[in-house]
């Protein structure tokens, strides 16, 4: 018995045999849209995910990867990797993002955590530092959650609180600025009646300043790191209702990219630079624009520019956000507390495991997977392998990424027979998918649809099962489009290229000459999602599922 008094011990399938060799193979960004030109998983050679779609239909299916189904506030959340292989693994759906943020401030929760109590050392002699997208978008951050952080730091003890804005205008209508402006001023002005120092200090348009991606741009963090923690910028403003008005004036401004602009006392000497002893949050809950500022806050060892200055501060994310850079160290709400993984049931019940890719997602298979755990549940029964990325490179200049030598490490696990279950990720159309670069993302789709076929080869050798399924979108679009989805054209006439995820469904197939006859996708669950893909491989393997895990979406049927 476990120590919650629950059993490890599954219970056998009536109908499916248990002993054969399950693979179990993420293709990482690999959504399923109409074909075009754009679609690079469309015009991509993938003879082996083809002959899966245009197969047995009861073999062959889609699920959701995105909002709800894997944790997410709303059907307006894109999936991401981390959540996509926690619901993966852990065959429930567990709060994620946003709605971790939302109930830890319901609850309070977040002022009893670590992360709190590390930057909470710094109100009685130190400025607390908000940095955030302000926005009702919900996307990256949102309004409410800055406005109650806010309420809550200043009633712990806060006494000066400077707030860093950066202007929305992508995720909400250009030129809603100056609207959530004015009411972030309004609740300053409250606190300030109350006693807290409270102003903004700082601002900027989130294309322009701070929210870069990918490392696709330092000089947009630059541009940040001046205005807020040097307190220099080319715009100069006693008030920030006043700066955004006035920056909206010139021509062709838009939110998105208004200049970088502090604010001003009345000698001209900024308001809230960063400065040593002080705490530091970016307020985003969504990670991929967090990670690049919270490296020039963290990291010592830092040459992306020059930094000038480097106070010495205590920093937190909302969250985490990198769980494989562990960045940053500290966070304001934790992550998911995630039990009772399918990969730890499956260990206790004898399921020997070999889990692989590379080194860009080797934590998805492994740590995320298990339900964001480091190392093994029992190192006699599995194997994790990690080949090294291409370092010093972007992924488009070798798209073909290590696709094939995942292939081939996992298709030697198959034949060694000393598996009963094979786990990989390929990472391809999401990592090279994310450059914008169409040609590339072309040839690593091919890639990976050739690493597939090594390991479905290797399971038909050994009379085995496998399950082929994806975590999110993002090959399969590689434009931005209009409402009517057609694409959207840049001021030169160009495309406007997409290198974020999606919100398509995945593609799942099932088969293998180890699949018992009969055995199909169920016909009523239309809209299962990722959680459901655990029980589902828990059925492969011959169990029954926990009775509180997302249902499997197979049957046996007499035929």
């Given at each position: 018995?476990?120590?919650?008094?629950?059993?490890?011990?599954?219970?056998?399938?009536?109908?499916?045999?248990?002993?054969?060799?399950?693979?179990?193979?993420?293709?990482?960004?690999?959504?399923?849209?109409?074909?075009?030109?754009?679609?690079?998983?469309?015009?991509?050679?993938?003879?082996?995910?083809?002959?899966?779609?245009?197969?047995?239909?009861?073999?062959?299916?889609?699920?959701k990867?995105?909002?709800?189904?894997?944790?997410?506030?709303?059907?307006?959340?894109?999936?991401?990797?981390?959540?996509?292989?926690?619901?993966?693994?852990?065959?429930?759906?567990?709060?994620?993002?946003a709605?971790?943020?939302?109930?830890?401030?319901?609850?309070?929760k977040?002022?009893?955590?670590?992360?709190?109590?590390?930057?909470?050392?710094?109100?009685?002699?130190?400025?607390?530092?908000?940095?955030?997208?302000?926005?009702?978008?919900?996307?990256?951050?949102?309004?409410?959650?800055?406005?109650?952080?806010?309420?809550g730091?200043?009633?712990?003890?806060?006494?000066?609180?400077?707030?860093?804005?950066?202007?929305?205008?992508?995720?909400?209508?250009?030129g809603?600025?100056?609207?959530?402006?004015?009411?972030?001023?309004?609740?300053?002005?409250e606190?300030?009646?109350?006693?807290?120092?409270?102003?903004?200090?700082?601002?900027?348009?989130?294309?322009?300043?701070?929210?870069?991606?990918?490392?696709?741009?330092?000089?947009?963090?630059?541009?940040?790191?001046?205005?807020?923690?040097?307190?220099?910028?080319p715009?100069?403003?006693?008030?920030?209702?006043?700066?955004?008005?006035?920056?909206?004036?010139?021509?062709?401004?838009?939110?998105?990219?208004?200049?970088?602009?502090?604010?001003?006392?009345?000698?001209?000497?900024?308001?809230?630079?960063?400065?040593?002893?002080?705490?530091?949050?970016?307020?985003n809950?969504?990670?991929?624009?967090?990670?690049?500022?919270?490296?020039?806050?963290?990291?010592?060892?830092?040459?992306?520019?020059?930094?000038?200055?480097?106070?010495?501060?205590?920093?937190?994310?909302?969250?985490?956000?990198?769980?494989?850079?562990?960045?940053p160290?500290?966070?304001?709400?934790?992550?998911?507390?995630?039990?009772?993984?399918?990969?730890?049931?499956?260990?206790?019940?004898?399921?020997?495991?070999?889990?692989?890719?590379?080194?860009?997602?080797?934590?998805?298979?492994?740590?995320?997977?298990?339900?964001?755990?480091?190392?093994?549940?029992?190192?006699?029964?599995?194997?994790?392998?990690?080949?090294?990325?291409?370092?010093?490179?972007?992924?488009?200049?070798?798209?073909?990424?290590?696709?094939?030598?995942?292939?081939?490490?996992?298709?030697?696990?198959?034949?060694?027979?000393?598996?009963?279950?094979?786990?990989?990720?390929?990472?391809?159309?999401?990592?090279?998918?994310?450059?914008?670069?169409?040609e590339?993302t072309?040839?690593?789709?091919?890639?990976?649809?050739?690493?597939v076929?090594?390991?479905?080869?290797?399971?038909?050798?050994?009379?085995?099962?496998?399950?082929?399924?994806?975590?999110?979108?993002?090959?399969?679009?590689?434009?931005?489009?209009?409402?009517?989805?057609?694409?959207?054209?840049?001021?030169?006439?160009?495309?406007?290229?997409?290198?974020?995820?999606?919100?398509?469904?995945?593609?799942?197939?099932?088969?293998?000459?180890?699949?018992?006859?009969?055995?199909?996708?169920?016909?009523?669950?239309?809209?299962?999602?990722?959680?459901?893909?655990?029980?589902?491989?828990?059925?492969?393997?011959?169990?029954?599922?926990?009775?509180?895990?997302?249902?499997?979406?197979?049957?046996?049927?007499?035929?």
């Open positions: 018995m476990g120590s919650s008094g629950f059993s490890w011990k599954l219970a056998d399938h009536p109908k499916l045999p248990k002993g054969k060799t399950v693979a179990v193979v993420v293709l990482d960004g690999w959504g399923e849209a109409k074909p075009d030109q754009y679609n690079c998983i469309h015009v991509a050679e993938t003879p082996t995910m083809d002959s899966l779609k245009k197969g047995d239909p009861d073999k062959w299916r889609l699920v990867a995105h909002g709800s189904a894997v944790g997410l506030p709303t059907e307006d959340d894109m999936g991401n990797s981390e959540v996509g292989h926690n619901a993966l693994g852990a065959g429930r759906i567990f709060a994620q993002g709605k971790l943020v939302d109930l830890a401030l319901e609850s309070g977040i002022y009893d955590g670590e992360g709190f109590k590390y930057i909470s050392e710094c109100f009685e002699k130190g400025t607390l530092h908000l940095i955030g997208l302000l926005s009702d978008g919900g996307v990256h951050s949102r309004l409410d959650q800055l406005l109650l952080l806010l309420k730091s200043s009633e712990r003890g806060a006494k000066r609180i400077r707030v860093h804005i950066l202007t929305d205008g992508r995720d909400v209508l250009d809603s600025s100056v609207g959530f402006v004015e009411t972030l001023e309004n609740y300053l002005a606190l300030r009646g109350k006693g807290v120092d409270a102003q903004i200090a700082s601002g900027g348009g989130r294309m322009y300043v701070t929210m870069d991606r990918y490392e696709n741009d330092w000089e947009v963090v630059k541009r940040g790191w001046d205005a807020q923690v040097l307190g220099e910028a715009f100069k403003f006693r008030n920030a209702v006043e700066a955004v008005k006035q920056l909206r004036q010139a021509p062709k401004a838009s939110d998105q990219y208004l200049p970088p602009f502090v604010i001003a006392d009345e000698s001209g000497k900024a308001v809230g630079p960063i400065v040593d002893g002080d705490a530091v949050v970016t307020i809950f969504r990670a991929d624009r967090m990670v690049m500022v919270a490296k020039a806050f963290e990291y010592e060892d830092f040459d992306k520019f020059d930094r000038v200055r480097v106070p010495k501060i205590r920093y937190a994310g909302m969250l985490q956000y990198d769980g494989e850079l562990k960045l160290s500290h966070y304001l709400v934790s992550p998911p507390e995630i039990d009772r993984t399918s990969g730890e049931y499956l260990v206790h019940n004898g399921v020997r495991t070999f889990a692989c890719s590379e080194t860009v997602k080797f934590g998805h298979v492994t740590f995320f997977w298990n339900g964001n755990r480091s190392g093994y549940f029992n190192e006699g029964l599995e194997e994790y392998v990690e080949i090294p990325s291409d370092s010093g490179i972007t992924f488009n200049v070798q798209p073909k990424m290590k696709a094939l030598e995942i292939g081939e490490k996992v298709r030697d696990a198959i034949l060694s027979g000393k598996f009963d279950q094979v786990r990989v990720n390929i990472p391809n159309g999401d990592m090279v998918g994310h450059t914008g670069d169409i590339a072309v040839v690593a789709c091919k890639a990976a649809d050739e690493a076929k090594m390991i479905l080869d290797a399971i038909e050798q050994v009379g085995g099962i496998y399950v082929v399924t994806a975590d999110h979108g993002n090959a399969e679009d590689m434009v931005k489009r209009n409402k009517t989805g057609q694409p959207l054209l840049d001021k030169g006439g160009k495309i406007q290229i997409l290198t974020s995820h999606t919100c398509q469904p995945v593609p799942i197939a099932i088969g293998g000459p180890g699949l018992a006859p009969g055995c199909r996708f169920r016909r009523d669950l239309p809209t299962g999602g990722l959680a459901n893909v655990a029980a589902t491989v828990m059925n492969l393997h011959g169990f029954e599922p926990p009775s509180d895990y997302e249902p499997s979406l197979i049957e046996v049927v007499d035929i």
